[in-house]
């Protein structure tokens, strides 16, 4: 192998280094599903009638699918029985009023993590809303986007604090009964953020949510929901890690946005998710619904996600653009290395005049990482004139790697116009060269053809998130070309 | 400062080099001619350390210590530049997002303080001149969507940016018209200098009445079969490769049995 090749492969084969396990005691609840654990889920939680009501009538939904298997990903089958439902750090208990009240250990693990709850965090402009296992600990700022009227907290508390709200959006994007693990995750979710910003308020920050999976054998369903009333604009990012076991564990997620007339909604996702070992031995199942409607005339909703972790990742942020003028948008990295697999992509649906959407993937498959695309572009009847640009990058990393394509189209229109473009390349060794003859480490050569094939996603991040992305590309990339 | 001594060479499992000896000294300008296959371009690349090129007899010496024993980047940072042939896109990577990192990388090896934004920008702006750089290509991605003639003067450019010790500018006139090779040429003398060697590898003897060379090397059949001065130059332009060939026929052979 030459030099070149070694360190690509010394780069793509570098450790996990978000696997360490916090020792915390947790309130944990036995093994398996049924009526009585999603009872217990939602007395724990203190939650009204209502929501018990819709778990419920979610769960014996759930007990009629079957788990889907079009996906272009292979995994041995998941016993939902032997997976744990509830798992809360003890010391959350009623959940924590203030952050001096947080958990010395737990704040010590967002330390690790690069992600300090402090108030300096003020400086950068980001409230945090962290969620450890099913609970979330501790959510910044409260007070100073209260004063806008903005709600920013842990989804348990808005059950609690504000019913109504939640009554009127939640599922009103993804519907109980909308896919397997979507109908999953509404009969036993634990807690998520949730956000409402009214009418004609811009959130003066960037809202953040850490999600991370700390004990074992237990699957994270959390649920989030962002509603921005007319006018109002909201950019929101999520970033997520677990620690390193052999055993896989499942992440069911859901996410539902909901922009009113004007009203736009920004939503970035960095994952990093323990991607199961060089042998793809563990790692997270990474099953995940998330979903946007523009309900009303030019509002705006726009995905930017940078997947780099999970042993396999399932998830398909879409759009329903139902207003007139709407514009739906995705931009996607996705990353598949050793043997992680990725099937990604996202669904435009357009219904209403003028529509617009814009799709930008980028895969980047190394190892024996299989990545895939799969979009589809529904224009329907009404949809006069609606726009669509398509287009699907693949870059390759070595010979054992693979990346396909999937995109769907549907019109139902004449008037609309679509384009799609794709390619695929593979890193050039004479590209490295180039940068090395230059002076720059084979490490940073690579690093920076990677981030140049990805600049067009990386310019829709935020600032901050932006550097991070590359960083963990970096990371997650360090020994992957052969 | 640079001393290669029987260079063997293969690349592609043939043999291209077949045992090379040159001396260059700080200051000289040597141009290297010959005819195409004749194991010019491989000859940058040993040099630059390219791995699809492999060495498998004898040693070059940089300032006298082992330049074959070090990797591409420390050859860059010690000062070797090579200005490719052909120089690769790297799509989305800007021109003078390169260039900083790598005008830092040397800095960095040397010891200075890297660059911030604003002393890059004073360098570049300063260096531009030497080749009438045009701004717009600056913030393009690296080559991409670049013509020939303005992949060259990048890599001069670049050249001048990085203040190199050793210059290797492999056919560096190749898809030039008139005026860009007279800008490159001129951006290149511009670089001479008692501080710096330079190697100059052509096919023709054009760019040689640009830059006039202090040593040419006529390269056939993976050896350097004559030697000159600039005259050389302007008697293979006359008489054509073959004549070289023809005359170098007879001693040349025996060799490539040893």
Redesign the interface.
């Known amino acids: 192998m030459?030099?070149?090749a070694k360190t690509l492969q010394d780069l793509t084969t570098q450790d996990y280094k978000y696997g360490f396990v916090t020792d915390i005691e947790a309130d944990t609840i036995a093994k398996g599903l049924s009526d009585d654990v999603v009872r217990l889920i939602s007395a724990k939680k203190g939650e009204p009638e209502f929501m018990l009501e819709w778990r419920l009538k979610a769960y014996r939904h759930w007990l009629t699918m079957r788990e889907p298997t079009w996906a272009n990903v292979t995994y041995p089958r998941i016993d939902y029985n032997d997976i744990i439902y509830y798992s809360a750090p003890k010391s959350a208990g009623e959940g924590p009023k203030s952050l001096d009240e947080v958990d010395p250990e737990l704040r010590k693990t967002y330390e690790k993590l690069g992600i300090p709850l402090e108030e300096q965090k003020v400086l950068a402009g980001v409230a945090v809303d962290a969620v450890f296992d099913s609970v979330s600990v501790a959510t910044t700022f409260k007070g100073k986007l209260g004063d806008l009227g903005i709600i920013f907290c842990s989804f348990s508390e808005a059950v609690r604090e504000h019913p109504d709200l939640v009554r009127r959006y939640l599922g009103s994007v993804v519907p109980y009964s909308d896919n397997f693990f979507a109908t999953l995750n509404s009969a036993v979710f634990s807690d998520g953020s949730f956000v409402y910003v009214p009418k004609g308020v811009r959130c003066p920050m960037e809202l953040s949510t850490y999600f991370r999976i700390n004990a074992a054998d237990t699957g994270q369903f959390e649920r989030t929901l962002i509603v921005a009333d007319e006018g109002a604009y909201v950019s929101y990012l999520e970033g997520c890690t677990a620690p390193k076991r052999d055993r896989n564990q499942l992440h069911a997620a859901v996410v539902e946005l909901v922009a009113l007339g004007d009203a736009t909604i920004k939503y970035s996702t960095v994952q990093n998710w323990y991607p199961g070992d060089k042998n793809g031995k563990g790692g997270i199942y990474n099953f995940v619904t998330k979903r946007g409607a523009c309900r009303g005339a030019n509002s705006k909703i726009s995905w930017t996600q940078v997947e780099t972790g999970s042993a396999i990742t399932w998830k398909y942020p879409s759009c329903i653009l139902q207003g007139d003028n709407s514009v739906g948008e995705f931009y996607s990295v996705a990353l598949a290395n050793n043997y992680q697999q990725a099937d990604t992509g996202t669904k435009m649906i357009h219904i209403g005049r003028n529509t617009k959407s814009t799709i930008i993937s980028k895969g980047i498959s190394a190892g024996h990482g299989q990545n895939t695309y799969r979009g589809l572009v529904k224009i329907l009847k009404g949809a006069a004139n609606a726009r669509n640009y398509s287009q699907c990058d693949s870059l390759l990393m070595s010979d054992t790697c693979g990346a396909h394509t999937f995109p769907y189209v549907e019109v139902k229109n004449s008037t609309a116009r679509l384009e799609h473009e794709a390619s695929t390349s593979k890193i050039?060794?004479?590209?490295i060269?180039?940068?090395?003859?230059?002076?720059?480490?084979?490490e940073?050569a690579v690093g920076?053809?990677v981030?140049?094939?990805?600049?067009?996603v990386f310019r829709e991040l935020p600032m901050e998130f932006a550097v991070e992305a590359q960083k963990l590309l970096g990371v997650s990339l360090e020994g992957s070309v052969g | 400062m640079l001393e290669i001594r029987n260079l063997r060479a293969k690349a592609g499992g043939r043999e291209i080099l077949k045992g090379i000896d040159l001396a260059v000294r700080t200051g000289e300008v040597h141009a290297i001619m010959g005819p195409n296959g004749s194991g010019k371009s491989t000859l940058a690349h040993v040099l630059?350390?390219?791995?699809?090129v492999e060495v498998t007899q004898g040693e070059v010496l940089y300032d006298g210590r082992n330049l074959l024993g070090m990797?591409?980047?420390m050859?860059?940072?010690e000062g070797v530049?090579?200005a490719?042939q052909y120089?690769?896109e790297?799509?989305?990577?800007s021109n003078m997002?390169?260039?900083k990192?790598?005008?830092n990388?040397?800095r960095k090896?040397r010891g200075e303080p890297e660059y911030d934004a604003m002393e890059f920008l004073a360098l570049v702006k300063e260096r531009m001149k030497l080749v009438e750089m045009d701004q717009a290509l600056l913030n393009r991605?690296v080559n991409e969507g670049f013509s020939g003639g303005e992949k060259k003067r990048n890599e001069v450019f670049?050249m001048a940016v990085?203040d190199p010790r050793l210059c290797v500018l492999d056919e560096t006139d190749s898809g030039l018209d008139i005026d860009a090779l007279r800008i490159v040429a001129g951006g290149v003398n511009a670089l001479r200098g008692p501080r710096r060697a330079m190697i100059v590898i052509t096919h023709y003897q054009r760019l040689l009445s640009y830059i006039v060379p202090d040593r040419v090397h006529v390269l056939a059949q993976g050896r350097i079969v004559t030697s000159g001065g600039k005259e050389l130059a302007l008697r293979l332009e006359e008489k054509g490769y073959a004549w070289i060939e023809g005359q170098t026929a007879g001693p040349a052979a025996p060799a490539a049995r040893v």
């Open positions: 030459s030099e070149s050039g060794e004479d590209q060269f180039y940068c090395r003859q230059r002076g720059l480490s084979a940073d920076m053809i981030n140049g094939f990805c600049k067009e | 630059a350390g390219r791995e699809t990797a591409p980047e050859r860059a940072r530049f090579l490719f120089p690769v790297i799509p989305g990577v997002y390169l260039l990192a790598a005008v990388a040397v090896h991605a670049q990085l």
